[in-house]
């Protein structure tokens, strides 16, 4: 199997410095851009199978060069941005992104990202309905969830909310997308329908210790671990 | 003044040029009476001496009039009535005419001298309608509030003749905001400026209330706030003002209330704004850190956690560079926060410079090392006169501001560019430049490039030591040593850009008599 390629954006020299070295030892081809125009250009050249972009580029804002992938293009795209800003990133999740790491991050929480990109980019290809999660168990054909290997009944929009973010395993999924995805486009600013679903499906999976099935994203979304 | 019956001025006697045009008169009545009756054998002339009266009691008010008739009476008893050329009266029909003659006059020079009184107010008015005019416009170029009162009270004092005071309520009583000239308002003068302003009503000399002060004051309000009083001299007892003035003394204090409480809003507007405006830069400055701070923070916990994760699977070059980054980074940290340190302090006023002698050379050089070490790949050329004199200052601070010079021009001549540094001796100062061949600093960024948050671009692409402080907190460090520091662009072919630094040389210079004070053992 070929190398993935890996397009990675950011104005600061800094980042590819240390980002390369390590992708590349994680078996990944690096191709490097500093500026939006020039991710746009390899993006089409390259055909890179993830791209990491920053959102603070000096030439195009970042959600614009989401925006302008998004036409012709449903590679994955890992967002770089700032713990504390929450709506930039939301907005460039909404656009189109799949997932985000909040700078500064650690490489190897940047690399689960990818991971997961990846796997989500696979799955969709057609991998089997059942998805394991550590001890969970999900069938999306028999709609059964089962903890070690015991079943857990829940209601229907439980278990929409539950399958929803196991499609995505490993990448989060914003307020917004979740709420239109299971009560509509309608209820898309209903975020406390989610935090009740949320709260009473993490009860009934027994989801309570430090280790969470549903991870939250605060002011984000919710992510499900796919550690396992 | 309301004033519609007839107006009889019986103060006035007029002057006593009315009286002399008033015989004249009367002398040519006489003289035309004498002709006509000569030539045309008239009898009665009384008529022609009638008229001879009318022209003083239009022209002079009553008492002119008064002394006509008399004068016109005896002309015409001595040289038309029986027996002529005396000044007896036979007849009872004689006395009627003197009668006739003053009633005349009486009624007419109070006709007259009611429209002239009229003629005279709307002149007055008029004048004073100008004034009003003149004192508005002249308050209204005026910014702050206490200018609008002092302004007020010299124009006011100009209208109205009368040393002029504001006073102002403040903390539940009356303070003296302004003066035409050095006034001291004595117990009384308070008292009846208090009573003005609670109760609304002119008080003070004259008056119904406090007459015994030797002030007058009005209350003085805009809209419905009542603001204070202004106050005006009675000079001298038994001088107070008469109906007119008291009219312009309220539109006085109406005008300066409108005008103080307009100074006031807008004083309270530029506080809002100079409040708004230190959030605005505390928020530039909080933004600014949490950007430039994240990207060398980014760096070192990327390579941090690459060294730890992956460090057994990377090559020795690799690990090399990495660790070296974190150090290189690290110390962009810690020159970022020397900076912010520097810029609070700058602010606060706190900046306590530890003297000393400075060879600028020896700054210089480790400020290039420092840009090397850093990786700095443009070409830095260094130029200094061999007989520059120490300067007096304080060395890390000097380092900082010819650091953040320096980290300007490698962050925007370019990778290519080559960078001129050049110490010599300008008179009584210490001179150094730095000069790049890069692009040069853009014309409209120029005249606020010592500003904070002065920046050629939005975005930081220009290694992350840069809040758009660092030329600001050289220009605080150089002044502080009380110096100057300056920017030109472009300095050759269009491009290219200065800046200097001029440091102050001190009269007095560390001889070898200092040195052999130094003790021998600490060298």
């Known amino acids: ?228 | 003044m309301p004033d519609s019956a007839l107006r009889l001025d019986w103060r006035r006697p007029g002057p006593v040029r009315a009286y002399v045009e008033a015989g004249f008169s009367v002398g040519a009545g006489l003289a035309l009476a004498l002709v006509v009756s000569r030539r045309l054998g008239l009898v009665d002339v009384s008529p022609i001496l009638l008229l001879s009266v009318l022209v003083p009691a239009i022209r002079f008010g009553i008492w002119p009039a008064v002394f006509a008739s008399g004068l016109a009476f005896l002309a015409y008893n001595f040289f038309f009535i029986e027996p002529l050329y005396t000044l007896a009266v036979a007849r009872p029909r004689e006395l009627v005419t003197l009668v006739a003659f003053l009633v005349v006059a009486v009624i007419t020079s109070a006709v007259a001298g009611r429209s002239r009184q009229r003629a005279h107010e709307v002149v007055v008015r008029g004048l004073e309608m100008r004034q009003l005019y003149a004192f508005a416009r002249r308050l209204s170029s005026v910014a702050d509030r206490a200018t609008v009162l002092a302004t007020a009270a010299d124009e006011a004092s100009a209208i109205l003749g009368r040393r002029t005071v504001f006073l102002l309520a403040e903390d539940d009583d009356l303070t003296l905001a302004a003066a035409s000239s050095s006034a001291t308002l004595d117990e009384a003068a308070l008292a009846a400026a208090r009573w003005a302003f609670a109760c609304r009503e002119l008080s003070g000399a004259g008056t119904a209330t406090h007459a015994e002060a030797s002030w007058i004051f009005a209350p003085m309000s805009a809209g419905h706030r009542r603001l204070g009083v202004i106050g005006v001299a009675a000079e001298g007892k038994g001088a107070p003002l008469d109906t007119e003035q008291v009219i312009l003394l309220y539109s006085l204090a109406e005008h300066a209330a409108i005008a103080a409480d307009r100074a006031r809003l807008a004083s309270e507007i530029s506080v809002a704004k100079a409040a708004a405006e230190t959030e605005s830069v505390r928020n530039i400055l909080l933004a600014s850190v949490s950007h430039d701070f994240r990207t060398p923070l980014s760096s070192i916990l990327g390579a941090a956690s690459s060294l730890i994760d992956y460090g057994e699977r990377l090559s020795a070059p690799q690990r090399a560079d990495l660790l070296s980054s974190i150090h290189e980074e690290a110390e962009h940290l810690d020159g970022m926060v020397r900076n912010l340190l520097a810029i609070t302090r700058l602010e606060a006023g706190a900046l306590d410079l530890q003297r000393d002698w400075v060879d600028l050379a020896d700054s210089v050089h480790r400020v290039v090392a420092l840009a090397r070490r850093r990786g700095a790949s443009q070409s830095i050329r260094v130029q200094f006169a061999a007989d520059m004199p120490l300067v007096r200052a304080d060395a890390s601070l000097i380092e900082q501001a010819l650091g953040n010079v320096l980290g300007n021009s490698l962050r925007h001549a370019g990778a290519g560019a080559v960078i001129d540094l050049s110490i010599r001796r300008e008179g009584q100062r210490a001179l150094v430049a730095v000069t790049d061949d890069g692009p040069g600093i853009p014309a409209d960024l120029l005249p606020r490039v010592f500003a904070k948050f002065a920046r050629a671009k939005a975005s930081a692409a220009d290694g992350g030591e840069s809040f758009g402080l660092g030329l600001a907190i050289t220009q605080g460090i150089v002044e502080a040593h009380g110096g100057e520091v300056t920017a030109e662009s472009p300095v050759a072919d269009g491009h290219g850009c200065r800046i200097t630094l001029r440091l102050p040389l001190e009269a007095s210079h560390p001889e070898d008599s200092e040195d052999e004070q130094a003790d021998p053992a600490g060298g």
């Open chain 1, 1 to 228: 199997m070929n190398k993935p390629i890996l397009l990675v954006v950011d104005d600061e020299p800094a980042i590819h410095r240390f980002l390369t070295p390590v992708l590349e030892v994680e078996g990944y081809e690096v191709v490097r851009a500093e500026t939006g125009r020039a991710a746009l250009d390899l993006a089409q050249s390259r055909k890179p199978d993830v791209i990491i972009l920053d959102l603070g580029l000096p030439d195009l804002d970042g959600k614009d060069v989401i925006v302008a992938l998004r036409q012709w293009s449903a590679t994955p795209i890992v967002v770089l941005s700032a713990r504390d800003r929450e709506a930039e990133k939301i907005l460039a999740l909404d656009m189109g992104a799949n997932d985000f790491v909040n700078k500064p991050f650690s490489v190897g929480e940047l690399l689960a990202r990818l991971r997961a990109a990846l796997r989500q980019r696979r799955r969709i290809d057609g991998e089997g309905p059942v998805l394991r999660c550590g001890a969970y168990e999900i069938d999306l054909a028999r709609h059964r969830v089962a903890r070690d290997g015991e079943d857990i009944r829940l209601t229907k929009t439980e278990y929409e909310l539950l399958a929803q973010l196991a499609r995505h395993a490993g990448t989060v999924l914003t307020h917004r997308q979740l709420l239109s995805a299971i009560w509509g486009d309608e209820h898309a600013g209903d975020t406390q329908y989610l935090r009740v679903y949320v709260g009473q499906l993490r009860q009934k999976l027994g989801d309570t210790g430090d280790v969470r099935l549903i991870i939250t994203e605060p002011g984000v979304g919710y992510r499900l671990s796919d550690a396992g």
